[in-house]
């Protein structure tokens, strides 16, 4: 059955690469941009706290340099805007690495094409293609459907997860729409 799924992923790729990309490129995108957005805002947001943290922190120095302020206040406040200073720190690095991440996801679809331009067909389901295409295989428990056993199996395909494999007809009807579109945007 892995075999069977394989080679229809393969061959999909092969036939419909263009859409293919078009579409993955478009469904991360879609997904991930109101993500993304919220998670770069973030970023803007705590890296201003920081720098009002770096103010605040040295106005507190002056203020305990010349009196104002004593020192078990300053260390007290000192303390606080450190360890708030330290917390934003690690927020922002996390942020900016999911944010990141998310630009490899392109790069994912690149890749997974370059591997599959290496195999023109699959007859014989090797450890070394398995490892190459499948991340992982995730099989569920058997049902009872209408007095008919059935078993769901995912593929998680390499770099990009699970692909909902479209029929010829449907892949075709995509590839024209996507060739209107192109027209549209070219014109």
């Known amino acids: 059955m892995v075999l069977k799924q394989l080679q229809h992923f ?10 293919f990309i078009r579409q993955q490129i478009d469904t991360t995108l879609a997904e ?4 993304l957005y919220a ?4 970023i803007e947001k705590d890296e201003k706290r920081m720098e009002e943290l770096d103010r605040l922190f040295r106005k507190i120095y002056e203020d305990n340099v010349n009196g104002k302020l004593n020192d078990e206040r300053f260390y007290k406040l000192s303390d606080g805007y450190e360890a708030e200073q330290e917390q934003l720190k690690h927020k922002i690095e996390t942020l900016k690495s999911e944010v ?7 790069t994912n679809v690149s890749k997974l094409i370059a591997v599959t331009q290496k195999y ?3 007859d014989e389901l090797t450890p070394e293609i398995l490892n190459t295409f499948v991340d992982k295989i995730v099989v569920h428990e058997c049902e009872k ?4 056993r059935t ?3 995912d593929i998680y395909y390499s770099y990009v997860g699970i692909v909902d494999i479209p029929t010829d007809e449907e892949m075709r009807e995509i590839e024209r729409e996507y060739g209107k579109r192109t ?3 070219t014109a």
Do not use: C, M, P
């Not at 393969?10 to 859409?19: A, G, K």
């Not at 991930?32 to 993500?35: A, K, V």
């Not at 998670?39 to 973030?42: A, G, H, I, N, V």
């Open 10 to 19: 393969l061959s999909y790729l092969q036939q419909f690469e263009r859409v």
């Open 32 to 35: 991930r941009r109101y993500e």
């Open 120 to 122: 023109t067909r699959i």
């Open 39 to 42: 998670k770069q805002k973030q």
């Open 145 to 148: 459907k209408d007095g008919k």
């Open 183 to 185: 027209k549209r945007q």
């Open 100 to 106: 990141s991440e998310a630009d490899t996801e392109a």
């Open 151 to 153: 078993q769901d199996i």
